[in-house]
Nanobody, 116 residues
Framework: QVHLVESGGDLVQAGGSLRLSCQASRFIFSILAMGWYRQAPGKQRELVAYITSDGITNYTDSVKGRFTISRDNPKNTVYLQMNTLKPEDTAVYYC??????????WGRGTQVTVSS
């Protein structure tokens, strides 16, 4: 059974920073593109960033220039550095494979709350 464990969420003021981590167990991690997703109350889950196995990254427009995704393959871990946070970044953040066909069961996510 694959497990995804997200951590690092917190309550921060607008303009602040957080670093999220996601550790994957029993996942063919190194060959997969990995993504960070978020789901705000009343909204659908959205992909905000992904990183390919060879380090190519892509971001949704709303986080470009503020968020940075990275990965440590030997540690089966993917990170999301979030800077200049805005209230609209408030959501539960999840990690998973970037491709729907490769996804594992979702973890519990980590709550990010940005106060204005």
């Amino acid at each position: 059974q694959v497990h995804l464990v997200e951590s690092g969420g917190d309550l921060v003021q607008a303009g602040g920073s957080l670093r999220l981590s996601c550790q994957a167990s029993r996942f063919i991690f190194s060959i997969l593109a990995m993504g960070w997703y978020r789901q705000a109350p009343g909204k659908q889950r959205e992909l905000v960033a992904y990183i390919t196995s060879d380090g190519i990254t892509n971001y949704t427009d709303s986080v470009k220039g503020r968020f940075t995704i990275s990965r440590d393959n030997p540690k089966n871990t993917v990170y999301l550095q979030m800077n200049t946070l805005k209230p609209e970044d408030t959501a539960v953040y999840y990690c998973n494979a970037a491709s729907p066909s490769a996804m594992a069961p979702w973890g519990r996510g980590t709550q990010v709350t940005v106060s204005s």
